[in-house]
């Protein structure tokens, strides 16, 4: 009877406040259309900055939401100052996002040979590397909004109706797990990792009643090493598995996950995650 108050009491709330909120449009348009041609006029000119006036800057594909490819008919050496200076300005007379991820990709591996982040706030901004020429080769640079400009405007009353039905969604599911929990206190599943129990809904490994708590991205890696124990997983599986539908990855992000994971396996030596070079990764477990 209590929870259902409760629940009654927010949803009035929820509505309250989604009438009282205004729902604007965002001022810039990241229509693909826009975004193809401001890249488009920005590869012409990264080429023309390579002495080339005659080769092609080929078809600018989407490739993913708000997620667009440029690349090239040769080989392009790249200098990160130009690449930043050209997409800042082109980005900027197409009134585009200037929330972005920039990587640029080295054809033949997939490695990324250079990539930055820009961001309306500064201090979010990271543009590694200025002066430092990216060799010639087959590149492809790929371009992530981080926000959208064509999210559709709701009207109130669909975010009341929203609103509530999500409050109702989460009150039947808040009762069942009570409720679950309730006829099984003690019944949790875990696998074995040497002396670790690994708890992967929780995201979490036990030893010696001693909890040690991973991030959402370290128990996906994790999982997907420990269901192919001393079998190489390669680093594109990882990364569509991981980070495909819950945002991008730039540079070295997974090293640095790997990295955070072997520190927290380091008590049981056991237990090694190895680096097999321009592959992927392997758990081992003796």
Known sequence: MKNSLYISIAAICLITLSWAIPFEQPSHGNTPERVKIALRNAGNELLLLDGDSSSLVLPVKEIGLQQFQLSFERDIA????SLVALLDSNFEKADLSKN?????VRCKDQEISYSYQMHTNWD????PCKGREVPEACHRIEVTFND??????LSKVSIAALALGLLIFLGVRFRESVKLATQNPLVQEYETLGIFQFYKEQSKLV???KDIKLSRKEGE????LATNVNQVVTREVITKAVWEDHGVIVGRSLDTYISKLRKKLEDDPQIKITNVHGVGYKLLIA
Do not use: G, M, R, W
């Open 221 to 224: 890696i994790l999982t997907l």
């Open 148 to 153: 959208s400009s064509t999210t559709l405007s």
């Open 124 to 127: 979010k901004t990271i543009v």
């Open 100 to 104: 972005y991820i920039v990587e640029v």
């Open 207 to 209: 030893v010696a009643d």
């Open 78 to 81: 790249i200098l990160p100052d």
